[in-house]
């Protein structure tokens, strides 16, 4: 399914008002059946809706591992992903509300209860990075977005291993991207564990307690994060950075993984 | 309370290696007491908490109006803002979760809802606007947007009578910024209706339906909108104006709003 649609446009400068066609993103409605059982609709961009729909279920806790999963289902058309769970279970009203109330910007409550739930929890990943390593993986990022480039408006996410991207994914929504890529880890055998995560988007506690529930030791970003998602990562033992632009970039947690950079020869101080 | 922390971060550049402080974006847990029930816990910038309880509460449905209010306390110290109205009725559970699920960036079926409900309404304001009066509005926008210029992470809504804003709001969620103006709106007896709503997010579905159900005849964004937004502008009679930077603007429904501009004399063609 495509990923913009082209729209007729009114473009208005100083001088001039002309109708063209421009290229906008898609914003597709996604309803997730769990074993019959409704449980939401994700406004999403439509590609990659296997990965979303498995790795929304994995965030939400309500699926664990590849095996527990019978069938996934897209029917595109109607906009419906369908899994089925071997065990075939029902979610308790009450849980399925409590949780999904968290899931998106207006969440919270299982942020508390998820931040309980790792209390003594640190990553143990020993991965380190270099800070030139840092700088590659955010411009070879930046490269792919390419729907962002078009659009301007899409979030993008990816794991590494910091010699090549593994996963890849981008969605209007920043939630989305993120369970994306874990999703496509979860049904290609691919682990998360000791990766380093890149978002295009801001960090916020629920992103981050998201990626570091996948003992991903490592997240970059262009953008900035809370002070919560700080605490947070200084608290997992999550390196956090952030606004890398250029040749810049700040760590606001467990620094120790960032290697101390070399001086580039040739360069003035 | 501040908008903003001082936290010890690692700048590393090519050749640098600096511990330094920096501000870093606050993200403040609000939970939501509506007469002695839990609703929710909002992830936000901890300021104008009163007009975002207020907001979030009317964007939900849940009050309509000044009137039904008894009382709104917001306890900082605990991050709670309680709500009481003069009737003090309870939610019914199912209707919380129905509703909450689709508040955040992982709605929809609200959506939906809403679409239906709205169906056949059409925003009826003749607001017009001139096209150097988007290019000015877009620049005083950016001005004020303060919070973000510091610290990188914040959104930002406005609503304006083209000559001048009424309301200001900045927030970490691009949903809470929206719900702290139109709550403003609410407690101050100001009336959004034939307002000009400006957004520094992304014009998604859910957005453009929360600023169409107040009446607010033109949106305007420095960000891109969604295919969806679109549809339902036109469905609605909204002027959508997105991509606005610097003299140039798109147009992606309800044109007839925006006068043409004006050719500035001394000006190459």
Redesign the interface.
Known sequence: MDE??S?P?????????SEVE?L??????L?VILNNQEL????CTPKDLKYLAVG?LASEGLIKSKEEIKSVTIDEKRGVARVDTREGREVA??L???R??????????A??RAADAVDGFRVQARTEIA??EV?ALAREFQHRSEVYRA???VHAAALSNSREMLVFAED?????AIDKIFGECLLNDISPDGLIAITSG?I???ILLKIARRNVPIVISK????????DLANRLGVTLIG?VRG??????AD?WR?N??E??EG?A?
Request: hydrophobic share 40%; net charge positive; charged share 20%.
């Open positions: 913009t649609r729209l446009i009114l473009r208005i400068t100083e001088q001039d008002r421009d906008v993103v898609r914003e597709f409605p309803t939401v609709t994700l406004l929304f009203p009450e399925i509300s409590k999904l109330i968290t899931s998106g910007c207006g969440g919270g409550v942020f508390y800070a030139a700088f659009t301007g408006g209007i929504g920043r939630h989305n801001r916020t506690s629920e953008s900035a994060p809370t002070d919560l998602a700080v606004f040749r810049r970039m700040n760590v606001y620094g960032v101390a950079p001086v580039l360069k101080k």
